[in-house]
């Protein structure tokens, strides 16, 4: 259980950001424009962000669900362990991208950019990479001050 | 580690950087922008905490920018 006071009964994340206000504005209006842009295909960031979610072993994210998405079990226990093979080329190449951001940044290629080019284009690249970054934040956040979603 | 930008510049004949990359996503950048400028802004945190931390991110994370 978190120690922070929170503006709501159940400890969240918007509640933590809640503490200030206007930083839980721009916070949220970051974080949708990532999925309003268009420019990544809905599924593929839903697969990144649980992948990241898996990644830290942050449960509060994991079990959150991406309501316009539609994964089946086999999907989620594969992406759970890190076994890319159910997905389409596109999604494995961004899953591939997303499996080194968390915690091997360093180790990303220029063929592993390359490769997320070639599907998404240049604009998509950059906004998957946004993408992964505000998952990565969003677990960090949640392990660090103990929230429950 | 490349030594050359993944990303070319979406900024016609400016070269590859931090804001031209980010530049091909205007919208998203621009709440990005906004976000980081309450941070350092208006942050209730002294800033020289948030500068010694940042600082130590870029160490700990090796990112030179």
Redesign the interface.
């Known amino acids: 259980m978190t120690w922070l006071r929170n503006n709501s009964d159940t400890p969240t994340l918007d509640g933590l950001l809640a503490q200030r206000p206007e930083l839980l504005e721009k916070y949220q209006a970051f974080y949708a424009s990532i999925w309003e842009a268009g420019l990544v295909p809905r599924r593929m960031l839903e697969l990144c962000r649980l992948r990241v979610a898996a990644i830290h072993d942050c449960e509060p994210e994991w079990m959150q669900r991406d309501a316009q998405v539609e994964l089946g079990e086999g999907e989620l226990e594969a992406l759970r362990r890190g076994d890319f093979k159910p997905f389409d080329a596109a999604e494995q190449a961004a899953l591939a991208v997303t499996e080194l951001l968390p915690y091997a940044h360093h180790a990303l290629t220029d063929d592993d950019v390359a490769q997320v080019k070639a599907q998404l284009g240049d604009a998509g690249c950059v906004s998957l990479i946004n993408a992964l970054v505000l998952f990565d934040v969003n677990c960090r956040l949640k392990l660090a001050f103990d929230l429950e979603s | ?2 030594t ?1 930008p ?3 510049s ?1 900024v016609a004949g400016e070269a590859a950087s931090f804001p031209t ?2 530049a ?2 205007p ?2 950048t621009g ?2 922008f ?2 980081y400028a ?2 350092w802004q ?1 942050g ?1 945190a002294p800033l020289t905490v948030r500068e010694m931390t940042r600082m130590r991110n870029a160490r700990v ?2 990112c030179a920018f």
């Open positions: 580690m490349s050359e993944r990303i070319a979406a990359v980010l091909h996503t919208d998203t709440k990005f906004d976000l309450e941070f208006r209730v994370t090796d």
